[in-house]
Nanobody, 125 residues
Framework: QAPLVESGGGSVLAGGSLRLSCAAA????????IAWFRQAPGKEREGVAT???????TYADSVKGRFTISRDNANKRVDLQMNSLKPEDTAMYYC?????WGSGCVVRRNDFAHWGQGTQVTVSS
């Protein structure tokens, strides 16, 4: 199975925007849940957003209204548009995937089998 490959991280001032992209060939088939997780130094890993193969999305409360996850099946890609960024959004962001059933593609899930290498997002005040 092809690896998940993230891109688009970087440094931005608070209030700015970034768009992360995940090349997800082999992971974007029917029955796959794709998500973005993040982990800041000294903090627990946190689910940020998920999208299932029907396009249904879920978000962490901390990013609702600011982040948007989108799935492009034709180009085998999942993006995360991040607006109104805050210093507390600073973290390594990971694209992850796994099979799901029913309503099991949600941000509180923490047992995803496939992980990308991550891309760093730094937001300064």
């Amino acid at each position: 199975q092809a690896p998940l490959v993230e891109s688009g991280g970087g440094s931005v001032l608070a209030g700015g925007s970034l768009r992360l992209s995940c090349a997800a060939a082999g992971h974007i088939d029917i029955g796959y849940c794709i998500a973005w997780f993040r982990q800041a130094p000294g903090k627990e890993r946190e689910g940020v957003a998920t999208v299932d193969s029907n396009g249904r999305t879920t978000y962490a409360d901390s990013v609702k209204g600011r982040f948007t996850i989108s799935r492009d099946n034709a180009n085998k890609r999942v993006d995360l548009q991040m607006n109104s960024l805050k210093p507390e959004d600073t973290a390594m962001y990971y694209c992850v995937s796994d099979h799901y059933w029913g309503s099991g593609c949600v941000v509180r899930r923490n047992d995803f089998a496939h992980w990308g290498q991550g891309t760093q997002v730094t937001v300064s005040s």
